[in-house]
């Protein structure tokens, strides 16, 4: 891309018919000047533009020579000119080329097309002496040290279709610091008046003799005023509820001297906006800081004691020496989407409707007091939860629907016929077409007339230049997407984070705007906010406190730009995480900053994570209540940690003296169980030994025993065998001796003398003993215990032996 730099001759028309032919020479000097600076830093003059140059720069310092022209013009004598000063426009893009076969201005070839026309236009918006460029210019070049930039804003230029950003060059050595507004803004050669219309504006009290289409409507908004202490105008977004209050009721109350008129919106502190509009009515020559003190002061005493209000009306009263106040309560929904505390919610109704209630039974002044809220209708859910204001609603709404085609038709001819401009034939019918019934199209119908103002054409509005503007439906879109395109890429990233602030996310409603501070968004983002309240996309204010504000245009932005809801829909769980933070953080406020308000749990690790993601899209508040919360997380941990870890080491040291505790015991136990084994070893030895010691015992006494037995039985028989024998002998002699007598018969049983036992022997049975026995007269004998006459059936055939 090349850079582009264009000087002209302020006032040349003028110093040509004052200086004829000084001119010449001054003319001379001026392009010897150009020429010798042009080169210094790298440029090429491409042609002369009637008292100016066009030059190109493919590399180079174009800023340091817009610089060193100006301080070279300044300092060079141009007698009998007092000054001459030079304008010097800078721009950037690619350019169209063509081939010469001859030489033009030292070059063969010349540049033409969109860039350079462009460049033309913005040179022609500033003054003499002014450098004016352009954020294309700021992306090829380098900014010389000291320069700064100070944002001119956004221009329509002429015969061009999008208004371009225009930046002026600031630097110490340039010789001029200030200038007036840019060209493009003083229209000096134009009768245009100044427009009817209000874009997305609401119309104000200063603009009623512009406002038509709600003459019925006004009229019957003044009955119901003038008989009960509150009235509630409750429509759809965009349906024209502020307009209709302060251009059409107001304008009819003011007039009279015992009404006195006051305004305000709830926004995030309601009680603090009550008492900042209450207070200087009281105290009127209170300055900033004094106010500030009074507000907070009366916001104690409306807490403490919310009858405290009949009194501060009657005061006020009595100061503005007026008999009535009409407090105007404007986009009451804003005490439903921005304030977060429900005390505080209730608080500021029941104050409400005690002077509502007060005016209402006659106590004090009659009718001292009249609240008229402007609501929107989808907000009527959370409205009718407050049990007064529900009562209240029954006969003191007032519904505002959509514009008739007549009153539409009034609303858009009217303004213009008024200041002298017409519409093309069959426009107006075009238009009504394509506004259709839709109450929200009434923003986008204002916005659309306002645009085509700026391009009308010999005081007329034509079909081309509503063709142009992309018709009602798309002129809000259209705008925005030309400021948007004009801007660079970190401008882009910047505004897509400072959209999505100025809006609340709706839930069961619709996404409403935010009214959001300048310390919220901080020094980078305020400095593209008010380019964008240039370009009527944002509005700039203070609050009662002394801050700047800002919020978005009109809701009917959010509804209809494709922009701003792609980007809502895509930071929507974002931005409802985030009004859950904001709503925690006023209540961490509220209690004292009390530690037991911070986060934890799962919101604290989520604002921790997010924290670390999206730290620019958190205010200094936010991050200040995030951080805390950390450090309270980590002192907790920290403190867990530690008597964890002193727990753990009584447990070890507890572990490690039971099992040295353990081991000891087990040593002992494997000890005695090697003597328990060494001791059953030696007992089964012992017992071993005693065991064969006791066989061998009793194997030795068997032995001896049989030994013994033996002996005896030897003995005895060797006894028994002789006595036998002796017996037999005997016995052998007297049978011998009885033979001698014929009666004679051997006795069965002998008589043995002592009774002494008897070896008996039998064949094939072992040797038993045997005793005689008397029996009778005669002598029996006993077996082995038994007599004999029991047991010789049992016996076998048995002989003496001899």
């Known amino acids: 891309m090349s850079v582009f730099l264009f000087t002209d001759i302020e006032n040349s028309t003028r110093l040509w018919e004052e200086h004829k032919t000084a001119m010449r020479s001054v003319l001379a000097k001026h392009d010897n000047i150009l020429q010798d600076v042009v080169g210094k830093h790298g440029g090429h003059i491409i042609r002369h533009r009637g008292d100016g140059m066009s030059i190109v720069f493919e590399e180079g310092t174009p800023l340091k020579c817009a610089i060193e022209i100006q301080q070279r013009f300044a300092a060079e004598q141009w007698h009998p000119i007092e000054t001459l000063r030079v304008r010097v426009g800078l721009h950037a893009g690619e350019a169209e080329r063509r081939e010469f076969t001859f030489e033009t201005m030292g070059q063969k070839e010349e540049y033409f097309g969109r860039v350079l026309n462009r460049t033309a236009r913005i040179m022609d918006t500033a003054s003499g002496g002014q450098i004016v460029l352009t954020p294309e210019t700021l992306e090829e070049t380098t900014s010389p040290e000291g320069a700064k930039l100070e944002n001119l804003g956004l221009h329509l230029l002429k015969n061009l279709d999008k208004p371009q950003k225009i930046y002026g060059l600031l630097h110490p050595d340039l010789p001029f610091k200030t200038f007036p507004p840019l060209r493009s803004l003083a229209r000096a050669d134009s009768k245009i008046p100044d427009t009817p219309y209000k874009g997305l504006f609401a119309f104000q009290e200063r603009d009623a003799p512009f406002f038509f289409g709600r003459e019925i409507f006004t009229e019957r908004l003044l009955q119901v005023v003038d008989r009960q202490a509150m009235t509630a105008v409750i429509g759809p977004s965009g349906s024209g509820k502020s307009s209709v209050v302060y251009a059409g009721l107001v304008p009819h109350l003011r007039p009279d001297p015992g009404i006195l008129i006051a305004d305000f919106r709830p926004g995030s502190q309601p009680l603090h906006t009550l008492s900042a509009v209450l207070v200087p009515l009281i105290e009127p020559e209170l300055s900033q800081d004094e106010l500030i003190l009074k507000v907070m002061d009366m916001v104690e005493l409306l807490k403490k004691d919310i009858t405290t209000i009949n009194p501060i009306i009657k005061e006020l009263l009595e100061e503005q020496n007026a008999r009535r106040l009409v407090l105007i309560a404007n986009q009451f929904e804003e ?468």
């Open 335 to 802: 005490l439903y989407t921005l304030c977060p505390d429900v005390n505080i919610r209730q608080m500021f109704l029941d104050i409400l409707f005690e002077a509502v209630t007060a005016s209402e039974v006659g106590t004090d002044i009659p009718m001292n007091f009249h609240l008229i809220a402007t609501l929107r209708a989808d907000f009527m859910g959370q409205a009718l939860t407050h049990r007064p204001f529900a009562d209240s609603l029954q006969i003191s709404s007032v519904i505002l629907g959509p514009m008739n085609r007549d009153e539409l038709e009034r609303a858009i001819r009217n303004p213009a016929e008024k200041q002298g401009i017409i519409f093309e034939g069959g426009l107006v019918e075009r238009i009504l077409d394509d506004v259709g019934h839709e109450p929200g199209n009434l923003p986008l119908l204002q916005f659309a007339l306002t645009l085509m103002w700026e391009r009308q054409e010999n005081m007329k509005l034509t079909h081309s230049i509503y063709e142009a503007i992309g018709h009602v439906e798309g002129a809000l879109t259209h705008h925005a997407n030309i400021i948007y395109d004009e801007l660079t890429e970190m401008e882009k990233e910047l505004a897509h984070k400072i959209f999505i602030q100025l809006v609340t996310p709706g839930e069961g409603t619709e996404d409403t705007r935010r009214l959001t501070t300048r310390l919220e968004l901080g020094e980078e983002k305020w400095i593209l906010v008010q380019q964008l309240a240039d370009a009527r996309l944002v509005v700039t204010d203070s609050d009662p406190n002394g801050q700047e504000v800002v919020e978005v245009v009109h809701e009917a932005l959010i509804r209809n730009w494709d922009i701003l809801h792609r980007w809502l829909i895509q930071d929507r769980i974002f931005r409802t995480w985030q009004e859950r933070l904001r709503t925690a953080l006023a209540q961490w406020h509220a209690s004292g900053r009390d530690k037991g308000a911070l986060l934890r749990g799962a919101l604290l690790a989520e604002a921790d994570e997010l924290g670390q993601q999206r730290n620019d899209e958190f205010s200094q508040h936010e991050n200040e209540f995030i951080q805390t919360s950390i450090e309270a997380r980590d002192t907790t941990l920290i403190a867990i940690e530690a008597q964890r870890q002193r727990e753990l080491k009584q447990a070890q040291a507890l572990a490690e003296s039971e099992f040295q505790r353990a081991e000891e015991h087990a040593r002992a136990s494997k000890r005695l169980q090697w003597l328990a084994v060494g001791l059953a070893f030696v007992m089964i030895i012992v017992l071993g030994m005693a065991a064969w010691a006791c066989f061998e015992r009793q194997n030795a006494q068997t032995e001896s025993n049989a030994r013994a037995t033996e002996v005896v039985v030897r003995t005895t028989t060797a006894e028994h065998d002789a006595v036998f024998a002796q017996y037999q002998a005997e016995t052998e002699v007297k049978i011998a001796l009885s033979q001698k007598s014929d009666n004679y018969s051997p006795p069965l049983l002998v008589s043995y003398p002592n009774h002494q036992p008897l070896p008996l022997r039998g064949e094939g049975s072992r040797r038993m003993l045997y005793s005689p026995l008397h029996v009778g007269e005669g002598l029996g004998v006993v077996v082995n215990g038994y007599k004999i006459s029991e047991v010789c059936s049992k016996l076998p055939d048995f002989s003496f032996n001899d």
